[in-house]
């Protein structure tokens, strides 16, 4: 996607770009890329690795615009890809990754489903192809980085791919177009639905 940059008057061109960081607001900032986008007609691919509809207070709301059929409304094609993991810890707490049950064989067959989902958007040329919370997922083991190499050299202009997760490989953010980034200064506590989650 080319755009004039007011600072230097010169077109730039958007390939990747990345929402990092250890405070809230990383997924928060791709649903307002997500519906920025739609209004202008534009079509999105929306992965959640690491989450699932039914957990997550957006839902409803994100279903609703992929079911938008208004015209000069853009295309919102939805995947949820992560295994629920809220009450299966140890004593029906969060399951953390690092915890003794850790990772599990199907947290890595849903990252790798939703690997597949951003491969189709990609493949579909869709203007904006979102993997929230992939970076996280590969930091952790649930894929390889090798396969999110694979993954950004299938797309192609005017594709915009879009990452988040709290931090980035370096060769990564070499190779972005845009990095934001988010800082916890503080946090008032415990999630809070429709809020936080």
Known sequence: MTTLDPVFEKAGTERLRLYLGTG????????????????KGLNVTLVFFDKLEENSSEGKGLRMLSENQAEGFGK??????????VGTGPKGSFRLYSSPNGILPEDKDA??????????GLMRKD???I?????DVARVGLVDFDYVKQILNLRQDPTVLVLTGR??????????????????IRHHGRAIEGIDC
């Not at 990252?111 to 189709?120: D, S």
């Not at 993997?131 to 970076?135: A, K, P, R």
């Not at 931090?167 to 916890?184: F, G």
């Open 131 to 135: 993997g929230d919370e992939l970076l």
């Open 167 to 184: 931090r980035a490989p370096d060769w990564l953010m070499n190779e972005a177009s845009t990095i934001s980034t988010t800082t916890q």
């Open 127 to 129: 203007d904006i192809v």
């Open 76 to 85: 919102l094609v939805m995947n949820y890809t992560g295994v629920n993991r």
């Open 111 to 120: 990252a790798k489903q939703g690997l597949t989902y951003l491969v189709e």
């Open 24 to 39: 809230c607001g990383k997924t928060t900032a791709t649903f307002g890329l997500t519906l920025r986008a739609l209004s």
